[in-house]
């Protein structure tokens, strides 16, 4: 994969729509399974352009992350990596340039949330990502940078 082809720009309103259908279309399962399904409500609330990044390939958007700062952390609430796209490094890509800029602050600690059962949670071991907090159905997890 040519990751040079992969740019991240500021996510505006006219990219709601696309990550409203790519979160419920990746987290839809677990939102069912965990929570008894989607708040279409809960998702609209919480979208904030200014905290949300789009990921593009070759000016196609694959994907999308949602950085927020904490009081002594960033912490990631929400990464989608398009179904076709996964598997392609992407992911571990993204995390990368999260931690680059991270590292540029004056905050050396990420912390994400994910459920126990997805399998983003073997790719967040797998770069360093520890155990915080069991949360029952999901995981707090953090990385020192």
Known sequence: MNFKSIIIKKATW??????YRLTKKNMFPYFKKYWGGWNPKAFRKD???????????NNRRIGFYVLQER???FYISNIQIS?????????????????KQ?????KNTIQ??????????KLYQKL???ALKDKGD?????KEI
């Open 14 to 19: 006219k990219d709601y729509q696309y990550c």
């Open 71 to 73: 009081n002594n952390c």
């Open 47 to 57: 979208f904030n352009p200014l905290e949300t990044k789009i990921i593009l390939k």
């Open 102 to 106: 991270v590292s540029e602050t004056n």
């Open 112 to 121: 994400l949330t994910v459920f126990k059962d997805n399998p983003a949670k």
């Open 128 to 130: 360093g990502y520890r």
């Open 83 to 99: 179904p076709t796209m996964t598997g392609k490094g992407i992911g571990t890509y993204v995390l990368f340039l999260i931690e």
């Open 138 to 142: 999901s995981i707090l997890m953090k």
